[in-house]
């Protein structure tokens, strides 16, 4: 699995072109290889439904589905509805009934959200202050917020806003999206740091 743009006709230009590198060789390029299954997201009540499409490495031949940047991976929530409903409760500290009604989904999704995040928030606050330090080298310390997912969020903020200076404006969740690889709820791996 590897996060591509949410722009689907981006995404087949890029494909046709060799533009994907291959995430299990590192050096293969990847080739359209059909599609994956159906994904039905949920977006505040309404839906999205996406078909990502799969991309096979001339190298080595492992088959990689493309998801786009509005989804996480094992989530049925669109990537910004998750990300604005952590915003909510840890930068915001809406109450966890409120997060949920914003959100559109039960109490009980919600404070699931809020578990995993917390549970993962050491590592994804480590993995942000990195890129956060990656795009703008002039970056001090990040300010420490009193509890590792107030800090994990403050990391992803800052992070965001060096990207946004770097390289423009765009979808904050996206970014977020991309940079944990989709991760930013599951502890199954951890997506490596920019390197240099
Ligand atoms: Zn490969």
Known sequence: ??????????????LVAGDYCCGACGTGRLRPWGFARRRRLRDRGGELVVRPRRGRCGSCLVSH?????????RRRDLAEVIGEALRARLVEGHSRAAVAAEAGV??????????RFAARSPEIG?????????????LGAIRARGSPP?????????????????????????????VSGGLLLSNTSCPLPPKG
């Open 65 to 73: 589905v493309l998801l786009p940047t509005v989804a996480l991976l």
């Open 126 to 138: 480590a993995l942000f202050s990195t890129w956060a330090h990656h795009l703008d080298a002039s």
């Open 1 to 14: 699995m590897m996060m591509v743009e949410p722009d689907a006709e981006r995404v087949e230009a890029r």
């Open 106 to 115: 039960t109490p009980a999704t919600a404070r699931n959200w809020l578990r």
């Open 150 to 178: 107030a800090d994990a969020m403050e990391a992803i903020g800052v992070a965001a806003a060096a990207a946004t200076r770097r390289l423009g404006p765009g979808s904050l969740w996206g970014f977020v999206a991309g």
